[in-house]
């Protein structure tokens, strides 16, 4: 059973949590809570914690916050709301993450960091596919699998397509699942310098890529990221060119005013 840390000073919710909540049907065991960020963190070095939620005041909560960005960036980070009905589908949704990152995949072995990779890149695939749908539950499954985006800061889409893809993809198995990975692990990464690079292969001729600004305590320059971004991606373009003999195009690229507007968009 999963072991839940809750962190707030709201009675509401402490007792929502306590008393409300049938622990056993999301197979948790009765979750520690506290009031407190140092107590929280205090637990956190001390004890096997599977997920965590926090509720506090914004000055309270910056030391957990930044705890949890730099000493612990895989554990996932669930909602908490004092609404007990959105509280429980909160709380579904994350025994359906824990439970994908420890599962058992044989003779895989992927350990917790790796799994919350898999999970994040296939919940940018569902954003850049159009098959997320709901902006809150987003940016909760966003926060979940700690993706350590800003979903609501300008980003830059690219729309680009690759010429030769019918027939790249067609001479290898399983090809449009290897080319997205390569294009993510190789070529133009995922978290590269301060920008977070989503891409999604959505047909043989379709690539969409997104640059996303990382969570940061200073903003940049729109100008200096849409310089930088663009210098990324046309640079791994190249490098596609050189390794795969690929061609690829870009076809259009835009602002977006952050992520809502990838919400069922159209892959045609």
């Given at each position: 059973?999963?072991?839940?840390?809750?962190?707030?000073?709201?009675?509401e919710?402490?007792?929502?949590?306590?008393?409300?909540?049938?622990w056993?049907?999301?197979?948790?065991?009765?979750?520690?809570?506290?009031?407190?960020?140092?107590?929280?963190?205090?637990?956190?070095?001390s004890?096997?914690?599977?997920?965590?939620?926090?509720?506090?005041?914004?000055?309270?909560a910056?030391?957990?916050?930044?705890?949890?960005?730099?000493?612990?960036?895989?554990?996932p980070?669930?909602?908490?709301?004092?609404?007990?009905d959105?509280?429980?589908?909160?709380?579904?949704?994350?025994?359906?993450l824990l439970d994908?990152?420890?599962?058992?995949?044989?003779?895989?072995?992927?350990?917790?960091?790796?799994m919350?990779?898999l999970?994040?890149?296939d919940?940018?695939?569902?954003?850049?596919?159009?098959?997320?749908?709901?902006?809150?539950?987003?940016?909760?499954?966003?926060?979940?699998?700690?993706?350590?985006?800003n979903?609501?800061?300008?980003?830059?889409?690219?729309?680009?397509?690759?010429?030769?893809?019918?027939?790249?993809?067609?001479?290898?198995?399983?090809?449009?699942?290897?080319?997205?990975r390569?294009?993510?692990?190789?070529?133009?990464?995922?978290?590269?310098?301060?920008?977070?690079?989503?891409?999604?292969?959505?047909?043989?001729?379709?690539?969409?890529?997104?640059?996303?600004?990382m969570?940061?305590?200073?903003?940049?320059?729109?100008?200096?990221?849409?310089?930088?971004?663009?210098?990324?991606?046309?640079?791994?373009?190249?490098?596609?060119?050189?390794?795969?003999?690929?061609d690829?195009?870009?076809?259009e690229?835009?602002?977006?005013?952050?992520?809502?507007?990838?919400?069922?968009?159209?892959?045609?």
């Amino acid at each position: 059973m999963y072991k839940l840390l809750l962190v707030t000073d709201q009675k509401e919710i402490q007792a929502l949590f306590q008393n409300d909540i049938d622990w056993r049907a999301h197979n948790c065991h009765t979750p520690l809570i506290t009031a407190s960020a140092q107590e929280a963190i205090e637990w956190l070095n001390s004890k096997a914690i599977d997920a965590v939620g926090y509720h506090l005041p914004k000055k309270e909560a910056i030391p957990l916050s930044r705890f949890l960005r730099y000493g612990r960036p895989s554990l996932p980070i669930f909602q908490v709301t004092e609404n007990a009905d959105m509280q429980h589908m909160i709380l579904k949704e994350t025994r359906i993450l824990l439970d994908r990152l420890h599962a058992d995949f044989s003779d895989d072995n992927y350990d917790a960091d790796a799994m919350l990779t898999l999970q994040r890149d296939d919940l940018i695939h569902r954003l850049l596919a159009g098959e997320m749908q709901d902006w809150s539950q987003l940016k909760r499954d966003l926060r979940l699998v700690r993706a350590r985006v800003n979903p609501e800061g300008a980003c830059v889409l690219y729309e680009i397509d690759m010429p030769q893809g019918e027939v790249y993809l067609s001479e290898h198995k399983h090809a449009q699942e290897r080319l997205e990975r390569a294009l993510r692990n190789n070529f133009f990464g995922r978290y590269v310098d301060g920008i977070y690079y989503a891409v999604a292969v959505l047909s043989p001729r379709h690539i969409r890529l997104v640059c996303i600004p990382m969570l940061s305590e200073e903003e940049e320059d729109p100008q200096s990221f849409g310089e930088r971004a663009d210098e990324h991606v046309r640079d791994g373009i190249q490098q596609i060119k050189e390794y795969l003999d690929l061609d690829m195009t870009i076809t259009e690229s835009a602002w977006l005013d952050g992520l809502s507007p990838l919400l069922g968009a159209n892959v045609n």
